[in-house]
């Protein structure tokens, strides 16, 4: 018999954002940054960012308030605004972003441990079999079920905003404005000395930034499961209010404490600030234990949010049956079992020596896959306002156009390479598609057999392009 399930609150919903945003991205964006922006330049982007974050945040709540009966999010609104199949490539989109996410946390843990072994690193072999034990411990938490899983990111994610806050507030006394305020920052990269400009560096430090903001739905994908819609709302403005402030803090206090060449050159850079500070060398430790501690409370947050899609696009029929299938906890077993089976296949690519390539690749792919979840999130926004034109404040509109602007933005700012690579992922999952129809006795529309006929023949390509060696990965 199946157990009554309890519902999620407010701060086990915010959690569960905090620890889909703040990831891998936290400990690694002032590096990431630096190598492609000036602090002045950073400083602009990250307030573009957080605008287009806030935008899209806003297009949450108001399609949480609007649509209260959409549970899901992310999902819903694409199915709901554009049919079955939008709804299905939403949902594949946004589960292919939770488990390669996975993949790129993992990837930076294992970096982070060998960084802290020294000589005695791990090899790329027991590295690979470690992360399998880890990612199964995961299978067998959340198989005990969903909120059980929810209470312990919120302990992980409570661990890992310590080393966080010991960076903002032993930190900000090694601010120097020197630093900071670079000379010919409009012209010369700092950290390079290569020629640029204030739009190629905001435009180049976007796709970093968007990472760092991807989680923000996360309470809206886990409304069914909240207390309340009034609940949602106020997590996903909280959580993201929280994560902008943290980010930029971080950011600021590493561009101004910390040369931008040495900045761009570090393994860790956050380490290089608290070895600075009162605590001495031990900092370096603390922030590699940190940064360990975020990656796995990360990779926890994104298999619940991933499943959860999963199983909310089989009970409308976009997935196959199997999918709705739960166990006595509330937890979707065969959601779960793909999604971990999909991260194992992919993490032999830790297999590779080159882990920081490995990382960086993925969260750029994962990033670039999201787009269109998001995308789709904002145009159904702007079909409600439009269709309520004169019950509606014309705000919510340009909230809901804003909101597309960005997010047409960031996937020019990406680039057409990833989101060329793309085109495998909604691919391969259109098959998934047309076996769900056909348990339904259904066929696709044919402007959806176009496309998906159009994605396969694209997705042959590209396979057939990497195995002859003229796509290169």
Known sequence: MQQKEEKLGLWLLVFVALGSMIGSGIFNSPKDLIRVANPQGTLVAWVIGGLGA???????????????????????YARDGFGDYMGFNSAWG???????????????????????????????????????????????????????????????????????????FLGISLVKNDLFLTTDWQSRLASTGEPTSPLLQVKEAMAVILWCFVGVEAASVLSARAKSQQVVRLS???????????????????????????????????ALILERTVIGVAGGTIIKLGIMVSVLG???????????????????????QTFRKINRKGTPVNALLLTQCFTQLFLLSILSPQLNETYLAAITIATTLVLIPYL????????????????????????????????????????????????????IGSLLFIAAKREQKQQPKHWEWAVIILLLAGSTGIIAGILTDRIQL
Do not use: C
Request: cysteine-free; proline content about 3%.
């Open 298 to 320: 990360a990779s926890l947050s994104w298999i619940l949010l991933s499943v959860e899609t999963l199983y909310a696009a089989a009970k409308d029929g976009v997935l196959p």
């Open 236 to 270: 996903i403005i909280l959580s993201l209010l929280i994560v902008l402030a943290v980010y930029m803090l971080i950011t600021f206090i590493a561009m101004s404490s910390v040369p931008a060449r040495e900045l761009a050159d570090s393994q860790t850079p956050l």
């Open 54 to 76: 806030l935008m899209l945040a806003l297009v949450f709540v108001y399609l949480a308030t609007r649509k209260p009966g959409l549970k899901s999010g992310i999902y819903a």
């Open 94 to 168: 946004y589960w292919s972003v939770g488990w390669l996410g996975n993949v790129s946390y993992l990837a930076l843990f294992f970096k982070t441990l060998n960084d802290l072994l020294g000589e005695r690193a791990l090899s790329p072999f027991t590295a690979f079999l470690i992360g399998s034990a880890l990612l199964w411990l995961f299978y067998a938490i959340l198989m005990a079920g969903i909120r059980e899983g929810a209470i312990l990111n919120f302990i992980v994610t409570t661990a890992k905003l310590i080393p966080i806050l010991l960076i903002i």
């Open 376 to 427: 789709l999130s904002s145009l159904y926004a702007m079909k409600v306002t439009l269709s309520r034109w004169r019950k509606e404040s014309h705000h919510h509109l340009v909230i809901a156009l804003l909101g597309t602007l960005y997010s047409l933005y960031v996937i020019y700012t990406v680039g057409l390479k990833y989101l060329f690579l793309s085109v495998l992922f909604y691919g």
